[in-house]
């Protein structure tokens, strides 16, 4: 069974730039997080989707990030414009509803300088 | 809102030591997943454990959750060089929205 697939595996952008992610779920899990994971520290979510409707984005700072999830399956998440702060990992994961994530991707490294 | 405190936040041991990571919650777990992570990349799942006084093997790996599922323990048996990485573990919401909250991890630098 597949895993949970993201691109790029890595992005360096300069700040102001901006720069979006992708994620195709496990085949069948409806529900799909983002996660920003800011090196030593531990993730932490920024949005849940349940199929292509939103379930929590209360973390997401919607200023300058977007997520969507058109039509239920692959996902992509955008940063513009782009922070130094916004450096970090992001992973993506999936489950069956009313399930925790226990899938993650292997997550893109993104660099702003 | 759950918070999960791991210690230490960073271990060195020489090959074929043990070592233990712990992990405290500051509120009851429903569901408690253990996960490795090499710098920079995703998060590999290890374990879940759910009931109290729970353990869970594989390899050279042991997860237990305590009676009153505040906290939890990953013990590593004979230490190898691939065991090296960062260790996080996480704390199922038992929420309608099931998310997980993380610790901060810690990280496992084994000596040759």
């Known amino acids: 069974e597949a895993g949970v697939a993201q691109s790029p595996r890595y992005k360096i952008i300069e700040k102001r730039q901006s720069v979006a992610f992708w994620c195709n779920p496990i085949s069948g899990h409806a529900t799909l997080y983002w996660y920003q994971q800011i090196l030593g520290q531990g993730p932490k979510l920024l949005i849940q989707f349940q199929n292509n409707g939103v379930v929590d984005d209360s973390q997401l700072p919607k200023d300058r990030f977007s997520a969507e999830r058109l039509k239920g399956v692959d996902s992509t998440l955008k940063i513009q414009p782009a922070k130094l702060e916004d450096s970090a990992v992001y992973l993506c994961?999936?489950?069956?509803?009313?399930?925790?994530?226990?899938?993650f991707g292997q997550g893109t490294r993104l660099t702003v300088v | 809102s759950q918070e999960l405190e791991q210690s230490p936040q960073s271990l060195i041991v020489q090959e074929g030591k043990n070592l233990t990571i712990n992990c405290t919650s500051s509120?009851?777990?429903?569901?408690l997943y253990w996960y490795k992570q090499k710098y920079g990349e995703g998060l590999i799942f290890l374990m879940m454990l759910q009931k109290g006084g729970e353990e869970k093997s594989h390899e050279k790996i042991t997860a237990k959750l305590d009676e009153k599922k505040q906290q939890s323990s990953l013990h590593i048996t004979a230490s190898q060089p691939s065991h090296a990485g960062i260790y996080l573990c996480g704390a199922d919401n038992s929420g309608s929205a099931r998310q997980l909250t993380f610790g901060s991890g810690t990280q496992l630098t084994v000596l040759p």
């Open positions: 994961a999936s489950s069956f509803p009313g399930k925790a994530p226990a899938f």
């Open positions: 509120k009851t777990l429903y569901g």
